[in-house]
């Protein structure tokens, strides 16, 4: 099954970087502009293989870590079925570059069997907006990630140790539990540090907006506002995407 995760934020012709996940305030209008409606039904139809006439099943959310708690309940059941395909189209991989969850997540969540990991705590340096799909792999749904990054986002932002060997370019999500002490010592140099165990190698692919073309079919799709991340002249975007979703 594959399941297409847009994210309001890509639609943008700037890509934000906040620390607040949660915030309300909305982007100044001044800095950030929207793409045309036109542009985005090109590139949801040309290059994503959607169609109004044939919408997908689907979901509308403000804040993104809401997408992992859906796939859980759609998970659970049986609407979802395990492990999937994720297309995330977003101006963030939503892997917690910048805040310091990896410790909770490799130190203490990989360290339980499958079925606690199912129900993470919540917070900014546990499950957030901007990690879930760690959060996500970390409970072995998906068995595949085609990451279309911004076009102006120029870096891999997502730390090299949730990558095979530590290494960006290896092709491979790999997540490896440690002990917690040990992450905090050898953080500089984490290649050198043996995990306790090693998750199961998820294939990604990360591509760029000239780059990327799906044409196969979803079996359901998730759009996210994440407000923090758009201003608020982005959501005349809204029902723009939303003609191509079946709403729950």
């Given at each position: 099954m594959?399941?297409?995760?847009?994210?309001?934020?890509?639609?943008?012709?700037r890509a934000a970087t906040r620390i607040d996940h949660y915030t309300r305030d909305r982007l100044p209008e001044q800095d950030y502009s929207p793409w045309g409606a036109y542009e985005v039904e090109c590139f949801l139809e040309k290059q994503c293989g959607?169609?109004?006439?044939?919408?997908?099943?689907?979901?509308?959310?403000?804040?993104?870590?809401?997408?992992?708690?859906?796939?859980?309940?759609?998970?659970?059941?049986?609407?979802?079925?395990?492990?999937?395909?994720?297309?995330?189209?977003?101006?963030?991989?939503?892997?917690?570059l910048g805040d310091t969850s990896y410790f909770y997540l490799l130190c203490e969540l990989l360290h339980k069997d499958i079925s606690c990991r199912l129900t993470p705590e919540e917070g900014a340096e546990k499950l957030n907006p901007g990690n879930f799909l760690a959060f996500a792999i970390a409970c072995r749904w998906i068995n595949k990630i085609v990451y279309v990054k911004h076009p102006d986002n120029y870096r891999i932002?997502?730390?090299?140790?949730?990558?095979?060997?530590?290494?960006?370019?290896?092709?491979y999500i790999q997540l490896k539990s440690y002990h917690i002490k040990s992450l905090r010592e050898n953080l500089h140099d984490i290649r050198r540090l043996p995990p306790t165990a090693l998750e199961p190698k998820v294939?990604?692919?990360?591509?760029?907006?000239?780059?990327?073309?799906?044409?196969?079919?979803?079996d359901f799709v998730c759009l996210t506002q994440s407000q923090g991340y758009t201003p608020k002249s982005s959501d005349e975007l809204l029902p723009i995407i939303k003609k191509y979703i079946q709403t729950f």
């Open positions: 594959k399941v297409l995760d847009l994210d309001l934020d890509f639609f943008l012709d959607l169609s109004p006439a044939h919408p997908i099943m689907g979901k509308f959310f403000k804040y993104h870590h809401e997408v992992f708690y859906f796939w859980r309940d759609i998970i659970a059941r049986g609407q979802l079925k395990i492990p999937f395909e994720v297309v995330h189209i977003d101006a963030h991989a939503d892997f917690g932002d997502i730390a090299e140790f949730y990558f095979e060997n530590c290494q960006t370019d290896s092709g294939p990604i692919c990360i591509t760029t907006l000239q780059d990327f073309k799906e044409s196969t079919n979803y």
